[in-house]
Each structure stands twice: as structure tokens, then as C-alpha cells.
T-cell receptor, first 115, second 113 residues
Framework: GAVVSQHPSRVICKSGTSVKIECRSLDFQATTMFWYRQFPKKSLMLMATSNEGSKATYEQGVEKDKFLINHASLTLSTLTVTSAHPEDSSFYIC???????????FGPGTRLLVL | GNSVTQMEGPVTLSEEAFLTINCTYTATGYPSLFWYVQYPGEGLQLLLKATKADDKGSNKGFEATYRKETTSFHLEKGSVQVSDSAVYFCALFDNTNAGKSTFGDGTTLTVKP
């Protein structure tokens, strides 16, 4: 149980285009999902907290107009990187919070490469 | 604020050696504590957890005990395998902090045959 999927697993795009990443909790409902960014050989950097039915809460220094987050249902949150640039290339990981177990379950990550 | 400090890596061991990865934390409330493992190119997998003082989490031969008096949650395994090579993250969840988790910087473990 407690499986989280991400799609796509890998994406290559041209500079200036937008990329949407989906995060789904497959076998549980998650009122809260988190989006992280991970640089090579580094820890996770929390970008934003996504709550179903409300606006996401962004961490300091994260541009909300650049990284659009939508949490339209209890099993789906999306992160859209708008007007992507090479410096946005990174590994993006989502997690879904399972209340009751008070545990975050992570997706497999999406590797974004902007050319 | 909350923080997690992990033993710096990388750690390199021979197969069947004993493993300890130290983790200490500071928190204002009564957090739950976690160890996650990340294999190359993948997301994080929950390895084990403990929700209150003196609890021991265990999974796949790994163990960690929630020590409130020393604010520690050290990860141990009696006999490591090559397949245990990965990055290990210690984390805490404090439900007084909007449900956010705080992660350590990760410790890279390499096990050689």
C-alpha cells in the first residue's frame, strides 16, 4: 500500500516551453502533497506544500508564477514548470502525506532536462 | 526551528560489515522519526519509522531506536550487503509544523564485495 506515482519519469524540453509533472497517490487519498527539488548529491529542497482545494504554500525563494501547483483532487497534484530554462533542469520529487500513519510516501521522481 | 543532522559521508564498507549512520535532531514538539533510502535515479523509499520515545523501527535488517534523552535516531545494520549501497536520509515529522518534514543532508553508503 501507499504507492505514489509520478509522470513522466524523464522529460527533455526546449528552453521557453512549459512542462507539467503529475503526482498521484494510487491507493490512498492525500489532502497534502509536497513538491521537492533535488540537486545532484544533495538533499531534498522543499519547494511547496500542496493542499487539496486550496492554493499551494511556497517556500521562501521559490517563484510561485514559475512553478505552478494544482491539487485538484485527493489523489492528484501537478507541478508545471513554466517557461523552463536550463537552470530549471533538476530531479523533481513529490510526496503524499498519509494522515493516520503521519508518514510521507514519495514518488519515483521526474528528471527534467531543459536544453 | 527543527533540524536534522546526519553523519557525513560517504561511508564505504565491506560486505558483511556492521553499519551505523548517526542521526540527531532538534525539534520543539514530539516528532516522528524516519529513515528513507534512495537508490540511484529513484525517489525516496520509506525504510523504517518510530513515532515515540523508545520505539524501535526495523525493516530489512535495519534498525533505529528513538532516543529522546540523546535526541538521536541512529541507523544500524549488523551485516550489510552490496545491494544496500544507496543514500540514506534521516527525517523528522512534526505535526505542529504544517505537516512538513525536515530532512538531513543524506549519507551515501557504498558496500564493496
Amino acid at each position: 500500500g501507499a504507492v505514489v506515482s509520478q509522470h513522466p519519469s524523464r522529460v527533455i524540453c526546449k528552453s521557453g516551453t512549459s512542462v507539467k509533472i503529475e503526482c498521484r497517490s494510487l491507493d490512498f487519498q492525500a489532502t497534502t502533497m509536497f513538491w521537492y527539488r533535488q540537486f545532484p548529491k544533495k538533499s531534498l529542497m522543499l519547494m511547496a506544500t500542496s493542499n487539496e482545494g486550496s492554493k499551494a504554500t511556497y517556500e521562501q525563494g521559490v517563484e510561485k508564477d514559475k512553478f505552478l501547483i494544482n491539487h485538484a483532487s485527493l489523489t492528484l497534484s501537478t507541478l508545471t514548470v513554466t517557461s523552463a530554462h536550463p537552470e530549471d533542469s533538476s530531479f523533481y520529487i513529490c510526496s503524499a502525506f498519509l494522515a493516520g500513519k503521519e508518514t510521507q510516501y514519495f514518488g519515483p521522481g521526474t528528471r527534467l532536462l531543459v536544453l | 526551528g527543527n533540524s536534522v543532522t546526519q553523519m557525513e559521508g560517504p561511508v564505504t564498507l565491506s560486505e558483511e560489515a556492521f553499519l551505523t549512520i548517526n542521526c540527531t535532531y532538534t525539534a520543539t514538539g514530539y516528532p516522528s522519526l524516519f529513515w528513507y533510502v534512495q537508490y540511484p535515479g529513484e525517489g525516496l523509499q520509506l525504510l523504517l519509522k518510530a513515532t515515540k520515545a523508545d520505539d524501535k523501527g526495523s525493516n530489512k535488517g535495519f534498525e533505529a531506536t528513538y532516543r529522546k534523552e540523546t535526541t538521536s535516531f541512529h541507523l544500524e545494520k549488523g551485516s550489510v550487503q552490496v545491494s544496500d549501497s544507496a543514500v540514506y536520509f534521516c527525517a523528522l515529522f512534526d505535526n505542529t509544523n504544517a505537516g512538513k518534514s525536515t530532512f538531513g543532508d543524506g549519507t551515501t553508503l557504498t558496500v564493496k564485495p
